[in-house]
C-alpha cells in the first residue's frame, strides 16, 4: 500500500514538474517573440460619425492647392510601431485600410514622429492623417494640381543612417539620410541617372513630357513593397503596389500618395 501511495505521490509531482517545465517555455518563447517582434497600434482618435459611406479603394495625397471646400472630414486615424525598422509605408498602407472602410478617399498629414536615439529602448514611430471623403470630380482636380515633371530620388528614409551617392549626367550627387533630392525636368533636356559602376550598376533615363505625373525613385528600396491586395489599379494613381520596376540599385515608387506622403515628410536635401 505505502509502496503505491509513493508511486502515486511521485507520478503526481512529475507530472506537475512537468507541466511547470512547460509553463515555463511558453512564457520564455512568448518573452522571445515579444523582444523579437513588435508593437503596432491603429486607432481612430477622431469620428466624424458619417454614415452611408461605401468602402472606398483609393487614398489620394490632398494637393495644397486644391480646393477642399466640398469635401467631407471623415476621421483621424493614428498608427504607431515601436519597431525599430518601422518605414513611414508600412504606417501608411495601416492607416490607408482603416480609413478605406470608414469611407474614406483622401487625406492630408496631420503628424510624424520618430524617435531617432540611436541607445534609446523606445523606437516609436507615429504617424497621424486626417482622412477625408471627396468627390470623383474633387479627386481628378486633385491630380491635376500635382507638379508635373518633377523628380524625387530618396536615400535612406532615416536621418540616422548613411547619406547615399548618385550620378546625374556624370555628376556625383549624394543625399542626406532622411531626405530627398529634388528635380525639375525641363523640355529638351535629358538627364542619366546613375548609381554605382558600369558593372552590376544601374541606369535610367528621366525625359520631360507634357503633364507628367511627379515620378519617385529611391536607391535604398524603402518604400517598395508590394500589397497584396490586388483591387488597386496601378493606373489610377491609388495603387498600393509601390514598385514598377527595379533597375540594379535604383527602385520606383509607383504609388503617388506615398510618394507625395514621403517627400512632404522628409526634408529636402541641402548641400
Known amino acids: 500500500m505505502l509502496s503505491n501511495v509513493l508511486q502515486t505521490l511521485g507520478t503526481n509531482v512529475y507530472a506537475t514538474n512537468k507541466i511547470t517545465t512547460l509553463k515555463k517555455i511558453l512564457i520564455l518563447l ?42 467631407k472630414f ?10 525599430r525598422n518601422t518605414s513611414i509605408e508600412s504606417l501608411y498602407f495601416e492607416i490607408l485600410k482603416q480609413a478605406n472602410k470608414l469611407g474614406a478617399n483622401c487625406f492630408r498629414l496631420k503628424s510624424f514622429s520618430r524617435d531617432t536615439l540611436k ?9 497621424t492623417l486626417d ?22 530620388i530618396f ?29 525639375a525636368l525641363e523640355e529638351g533636356n535629358e538627364l542619366n541617372v546613375s548609381k554605382g559602376g558600369a558593372i552590376g550598376g544601374a541606369r535610367m533615363c528621366l525625359k520631360w513630357s507634357k503633364d507628367r505625373q511627379p515620378a519617385f525613385y529611391t536607391l535604398s528600396g524603402f518604400g517598395v513593397s508590394a500589397s497584396n491586395d ?18 540594379g540599385g535604383i527602385s520606383q515608387i509607383t504609388n503617388i500618395n506615398l510618394g507625395l506622403l514621403l517627400a512632404q515628410i522628409l526634408g529636402q536635401n541641402t548641400p
Not at 40 to 58: C, D
Open 30 to 71: 512568448t518573452t522571445i517573440t515579444t523582444l523579437n517582434g513588435y508593437s503596432q497600434l491603429v486607432l481612430v482618435t477622431k469620428n466624424a460619425g458619417i454614415k452611408n459611406l461605401l468602402i472606398s479603394k483609393t487614398f489620394a495625397f490632398i494637393e495644397p492647392t486644391t480646393d477642399t471646400s466640398q469635401t
Open 119 to 127: 541607445f534609446s529602448l523606445n523606437h516609436l514611430t507615429v504617424l
Open 74 to 83: 471623415v476621421a483621424t486615424i493614428l498608427a504607431k510601431d515601436d519597431y
Open 155 to 183: 536615400g535612406n528614409e532615416k536621418k540616422t543612417d548613411k547619406a547615399m551617392s548618385f550620378n546625374i549626367n556624370g555628376e556625383k550627387k549624394e543625399i542626406k539620410s532622411g531626405t530627398y533630392y529634388k528635380i
Open 230 to 247: 490586388p483591387s488597386f489599379s496601378p493606373n489610377n494613381g491609388y495603387n498600393t503596389s509601390t514598385i514598377s520596376f527595379r533597375t
Open 131 to 152: 482622412c477625408y471623403y471627396a468627390s470623383d470630380t474633387t479627386l481628378v482636380k486633385n491630380t491635376n494640381n500635382f507638379k508635373k515633371n518633377v523628380v524625387y
